[in-house]
Protein backbone atom coordinates (compact mmCIF):
# COMPACT_ATOMS: atom_id res chain seq x y z
CA UNK A 1 0.00 0.00 0.00
CA UNK A 2 1.29 3.53 -0.81
CA UNK A 3 1.89 5.60 2.56
CA UNK A 4 0.93 9.06 2.09
CA UNK A 5 2.62 11.39 4.57
CA UNK A 6 1.79 15.16 5.61
CA UNK A 7 4.03 17.43 6.89
CA UNK A 8 3.24 19.33 9.03
CA UNK A 9 0.58 17.58 11.66
CA UNK A 10 -0.47 21.37 12.32
CA UNK A 11 0.49 24.62 12.31
CA UNK A 12 -0.30 28.12 13.21
CA UNK A 13 -0.66 31.13 11.35
CA UNK A 14 -1.59 34.51 10.72
CA UNK A 15 -4.44 36.21 8.20
CA UNK A 16 -2.30 37.17 5.40
CA UNK A 17 0.44 34.71 5.74
CA UNK A 18 1.72 32.21 3.19
CA UNK A 19 1.14 28.60 3.75
CA UNK A 20 2.73 25.64 2.55
CA UNK A 21 1.49 22.02 3.31
CA UNK A 22 3.52 18.78 2.20
CA UNK A 23 2.67 15.61 1.55
CA UNK A 24 5.03 12.48 0.01
CA UNK A 25 4.03 9.65 -1.18
CA UNK A 26 5.57 5.96 -0.57
CA UNK A 27 6.22 5.87 -3.91
CA UNK A 28 5.57 7.20 -7.33
CA UNK A 29 2.28 8.39 -8.04
CA UNK A 30 2.51 10.12 -10.81
CA UNK A 31 -0.23 13.29 -10.28
CA UNK A 32 -2.72 11.53 -9.11
CA UNK A 33 -2.83 13.28 -6.31
CA UNK A 34 -6.02 15.33 -4.52
CA UNK A 35 -6.10 18.18 -1.84
CA UNK A 36 -9.01 18.45 0.29
CA UNK A 37 -10.19 20.98 2.87
CA UNK A 38 -12.50 20.56 5.77
CA UNK A 39 -13.95 22.00 8.61
CA UNK A 40 -15.24 20.94 11.78
CA UNK A 41 -18.28 19.19 11.60
CA UNK A 42 -18.31 19.78 7.59
CA UNK A 43 -17.70 17.07 4.23
CA UNK A 44 -14.28 17.79 3.01
CA UNK A 45 -14.68 19.95 0.19
CA UNK A 46 -12.37 19.30 -3.00
CA UNK A 47 -9.62 22.18 -3.54
CA UNK A 48 -7.14 20.59 -6.19
CA UNK A 49 -7.09 17.25 -8.56
CA UNK A 50 -4.46 15.88 -10.41
CA UNK A 51 -1.79 17.18 -8.35
CA UNK A 52 -1.51 20.79 -9.67
CA UNK A 53 -5.62 21.29 -11.20
CA UNK A 54 -8.11 23.56 -9.28
CA UNK A 55 -11.31 22.58 -9.04
CA UNK A 56 -14.13 24.88 -10.21
CA UNK A 57 -15.19 27.35 -8.14
CA UNK A 58 -12.21 27.43 -5.92
CA UNK A 59 -10.32 30.45 -5.36
CA UNK A 60 -6.73 30.77 -7.14
CA UNK A 61 -4.90 31.45 -3.56
CA UNK A 62 -4.99 28.20 -3.53
CA UNK A 63 -2.63 26.01 -5.30
CA UNK A 64 -1.13 22.57 -5.90
CA UNK A 65 2.39 21.49 -7.42
CA UNK A 66 4.27 18.15 -7.39
CA UNK A 67 4.84 15.09 -9.17
CA UNK A 68 5.91 11.32 -8.35
CA UNK A 69 6.24 11.38 -4.80
CA UNK A 70 6.83 15.14 -3.31
CA UNK A 71 3.49 17.50 -3.39
CA UNK A 72 2.65 20.56 -1.95
CA UNK A 73 -0.47 22.73 -1.50
CA UNK A 74 0.21 26.60 -1.05
CA UNK A 75 -2.35 28.91 0.33
CA UNK A 76 -1.16 32.12 -0.88
CA UNK A 77 -2.72 34.32 1.62
CA UNK A 78 -4.47 33.15 4.39
CA UNK A 79 -7.69 34.05 5.42
CA UNK A 80 -10.34 33.59 8.55
CA UNK A 81 -12.07 31.24 6.05
CA UNK A 82 -9.29 29.26 5.36
CA UNK A 83 -8.63 27.91 8.99
CA UNK A 84 -9.44 24.35 8.65
CA UNK A 85 -7.51 20.80 8.29
CA UNK A 86 -5.98 20.22 5.16
CA UNK A 87 -5.73 16.00 3.59
CA UNK A 88 -3.95 15.19 0.68
CA UNK A 89 -5.46 11.53 -1.03
CA UNK A 90 -3.73 9.21 -3.82
CA UNK A 91 -5.79 7.72 -6.21
CA UNK A 92 -2.93 6.25 -8.48
CA UNK A 93 -3.68 2.76 -7.22
CA UNK A 94 -5.60 0.45 -4.52
CA UNK A 95 -6.49 1.16 -1.93
CA UNK A 96 -6.66 4.56 -1.73
CA UNK A 97 -4.72 6.45 0.51
CA UNK A 98 -4.75 9.60 2.59
CA UNK A 99 -2.58 11.92 4.54
CA UNK A 100 -3.04 12.41 8.24
CA UNK A 101 -4.13 15.77 7.51
CA UNK A 102 -2.73 19.48 8.12
CA UNK A 103 -4.52 21.01 11.00
CA UNK A 104 -4.46 25.06 10.28
CA UNK A 105 -4.95 27.31 13.25
CA UNK A 106 -5.27 31.15 14.12
CA UNK A 107 -1.99 32.51 15.28
CA UNK B 1 -26.99 20.75 -8.87
CA UNK B 2 -24.87 17.13 -7.80
CA UNK B 3 -26.41 16.23 -4.62
CA UNK B 4 -25.25 12.75 -2.28
CA UNK B 5 -27.66 12.04 0.43
CA UNK B 6 -26.84 9.34 2.61
CA UNK B 7 -29.14 7.12 4.81
CA UNK B 8 -28.94 3.94 6.84
CA UNK B 9 -26.60 4.70 9.89
CA UNK B 10 -27.44 3.93 13.01
CA UNK B 11 -26.28 2.34 16.53
CA UNK B 12 -25.33 -1.32 15.97
CA UNK B 13 -24.09 -3.96 18.39
CA UNK B 14 -20.65 -5.77 17.60
CA UNK B 15 -20.83 -8.74 14.96
CA UNK B 16 -24.29 -6.85 13.53
CA UNK B 17 -25.23 -5.71 9.99
CA UNK B 18 -25.96 -2.41 8.95
CA UNK B 19 -26.74 -1.43 4.37
CA UNK B 20 -25.92 2.34 3.94
CA UNK B 21 -27.80 3.80 0.85
CA UNK B 22 -26.95 7.02 -1.10
CA UNK B 23 -29.07 8.71 -3.50
CA UNK B 24 -27.71 10.72 -6.14
CA UNK B 25 -28.88 13.45 -8.72
CA UNK B 26 -28.30 16.09 -10.45
CA UNK B 27 -25.51 14.03 -12.78
CA UNK B 28 -25.21 11.37 -14.90
CA UNK B 29 -24.92 8.26 -11.90
CA UNK B 30 -24.12 5.73 -14.09
CA UNK B 31 -21.04 7.19 -16.01
CA UNK B 32 -19.16 7.59 -13.20
CA UNK B 33 -17.00 5.49 -10.19
CA UNK B 34 -18.63 5.69 -6.85
CA UNK B 35 -16.88 6.02 -3.64
CA UNK B 36 -17.31 5.45 0.41
CA UNK B 37 -14.72 7.37 2.53
CA UNK B 38 -15.56 7.27 5.95
CA UNK B 39 -13.98 9.01 9.18
CA UNK B 40 -13.60 7.95 13.11
CA UNK B 41 -14.81 10.41 15.58
CA UNK B 42 -11.77 12.57 15.93
CA UNK B 43 -9.98 10.96 13.07
CA UNK B 44 -8.87 11.43 9.29
CA UNK B 45 -10.17 10.65 6.09
CA UNK B 46 -9.74 6.98 4.96
CA UNK B 47 -10.95 5.43 1.91
CA UNK B 48 -13.03 2.61 2.07
CA UNK B 49 -14.43 0.89 -1.10
CA UNK B 50 -15.01 1.83 -4.97
CA UNK B 51 -17.24 0.62 -7.55
CA UNK B 52 -17.03 1.03 -11.37
CA UNK B 53 -19.73 2.22 -13.67
CA UNK B 54 -21.38 -0.83 -13.98
CA UNK B 55 -20.47 -2.63 -10.64
CA UNK B 56 -17.84 -5.11 -12.51
CA UNK B 57 -15.24 -3.58 -10.74
CA UNK B 58 -14.93 -3.01 -6.92
CA UNK B 59 -12.34 -2.09 -4.63
CA UNK B 60 -11.73 -2.59 -0.81
CA UNK B 61 -9.38 -1.27 1.96
CA UNK B 62 -8.22 -4.31 3.75
CA UNK B 63 -9.56 -3.53 6.91
CA UNK B 64 -12.68 -4.54 5.50
CA UNK B 65 -12.52 -6.96 2.74
CA UNK B 66 -14.86 -10.43 3.40
CA UNK B 67 -17.04 -7.90 5.54
CA UNK B 68 -17.99 -4.75 3.63
CA UNK B 69 -19.99 -5.16 -0.14
CA UNK B 70 -20.28 -1.89 -2.40
CA UNK B 71 -22.82 -2.33 -4.87
CA UNK B 72 -25.16 0.11 -7.19
CA UNK B 73 -28.68 0.27 -8.87
CA UNK B 74 -28.34 2.60 -11.62
CA UNK B 75 -31.64 2.47 -12.21
CA UNK B 76 -32.15 3.70 -9.14
CA UNK B 77 -29.46 6.52 -9.10
CA UNK B 78 -27.88 4.70 -5.89
CA UNK B 79 -24.73 3.57 -4.50
CA UNK B 80 -25.15 1.13 -1.19
CA UNK B 81 -22.78 -0.46 1.31
CA UNK B 82 -23.45 -3.23 3.01
CA UNK B 83 -21.24 -3.84 6.12
CA UNK B 84 -21.40 -6.92 8.23
CA UNK B 85 -19.13 -8.41 11.04
CA UNK B 86 -19.31 -4.41 11.98
CA UNK B 87 -16.64 -3.85 14.96
CA UNK B 88 -16.09 -1.03 17.17
CA UNK B 89 -13.27 0.27 15.03
CA UNK B 90 -15.89 0.64 12.15
CA UNK B 91 -17.67 3.41 14.53
CA UNK B 92 -17.18 6.46 11.50
CA UNK B 93 -19.25 8.78 9.45
CA UNK B 94 -19.53 7.28 6.10
CA UNK B 95 -19.37 9.60 3.37
CA UNK B 96 -20.86 8.87 -0.70
CA UNK B 97 -18.14 10.50 -3.14
CA UNK B 98 -18.44 11.19 -6.74
CA UNK B 99 -15.43 12.25 -8.51
CA UNK B 100 -13.42 12.90 -5.69
CA UNK B 101 -15.01 16.48 -5.92
CA UNK B 102 -18.67 15.82 -4.45
CA UNK B 103 -19.45 14.24 -1.27
CA UNK B 104 -22.53 13.63 0.70
CA UNK B 105 -23.13 14.67 4.09
CA UNK B 106 -22.36 11.26 5.99
CA UNK B 107 -24.31 9.10 7.87
CA UNK B 108 -23.05 8.28 11.57
CA UNK B 109 -22.89 4.62 12.43
CA UNK B 110 -21.59 3.61 15.50
CA UNK B 111 -20.88 -0.18 16.81
CA UNK B 112 -21.23 -0.39 20.60
CA UNK B 113 -22.73 -2.57 23.09
Known amino acids: DIQMTQSPSSLSASVGDRVTITCRAS??????LAWFQQKPGKAPKSLIY???SLQSGVPSKFSGSGSGTDFTLTISSLQPEDFATYYC?????????FGGGTKVEIK | EVQLVESGGGLVQPGGSLRLSCAAS????????MSWVRQAPGKGLEWVAN????????YYVDSVKGRFTISRDNAKNSLYLQMNSLRAEDTAVYYC??????WGQGTLVTVSS
Open chain 1, 50 to 52: AAS
Open chain 2, 97 to 102: VHSLNY
Open chain 1, 89 to 97: QQYNSYPNT
Open chain 2, 51 to 58: IKQDGSEK
Open chain 2, 26 to 33: GFTFSSYW
Open chain 1, 27 to 32: QGISNY
